[in-house]
C-alpha cells in the first residue's frame, strides 16, 4: 500500500515536471534557435536530426525582388495534413529563424506576414508533420534595400 | 502599443488581420540599443488556442499578421495577447464580424 502510494504521488510529481513543458514550454526549450547565426544550426535545435526533404505540397509565397528589405510580404501554408509545426527562415539574415508557428486544432495553416531581410537570400519554409518529417519550400527573393540596419 | 484587428467569418472560418504596434527592435552596439521583440504571440477562440506564433527581430516593425482558423461565428470573441522579451505584455478582446 505504501509503495502504491509512493508511486501515485511520484506520478503527479512527474506530471506536474512534465507538463510546463508539453503546454508552454516551446521558448523555453527553443529560445537558443532564434541565436544561431546559420540556418541549419538553428533548424537543427528546433528539429534534431529529422529528415527534411522538398514537398510540392508546401507553398511560399514571396516577391522575386523587394524593394524594402524592412517588410517582405510572405505568405506560408501548406495542403498537407496533420501539420504541427511551421517555421521560416532567412539564410544570410545575421539570425535566420524569423518565426515558429504551431499548429492547433482549429488553426488553418495559412498565414501571412512581413519579414526582415538584409540582403538577398534563399527563404526556406518548414512544414513539421506529426510523424516527425520536414517538409520544405525554398524561394530566393532579390532585395534591393537592405532592412537589418537600425 | 496597441493591438488592431479585422476579424471577419464566412461560413464557419474566421480571417484575421492583426495589426500590432511594436519596434520589434534589435540589439545594435553602435547606438547602444537593445533588443525589445515580441516572443510570444496568441490567439484564443472559446478557450482554445487558435494561433501561435513565436516571433523574432526578423519580423518587420509593427508586425502585420493574416491567419484563419474553423469553428468561428459572427459575435464570438477573440482573444489576442502578446509578450515580448522585456516582459511587456498586451492582450485584448475583439469581435469577430
Redesign the interface.
Known sequence: MQRRNFIKIGGFIALGVLSPSLYAG??ED??KA?TFKSAPEAMGDLYGQAKSAADSKVELKVPDIAENG???PV?ISTTLSDVVEMS?F?EK?P??????????????P???????MGETSNVVLVVKTKDGTLHTATKEVKVTVG??G? | MGIKVIAKVKDDVAEVKLLIKHPMQMANAKTNKTAKYIQELLVKHGGKTVYTMYPSVGISENPFIKFMFKGAKVGDKINVSWKDNTGETEQGEFDLK
Open positions: 516551446f521558448l527553443h529560445a532564434f524592412g517588410a517582405v505568405t521560416l532567412v539574415n539570425y535566420p529563424l524569423i518565426a515558429v508557428w504551431q499548429i492547433n486544432e482549429n488553426t488553418i495559412d498565414f501571412s506576414t512581413r519579414i526582415r532592412g537589418c537600425g
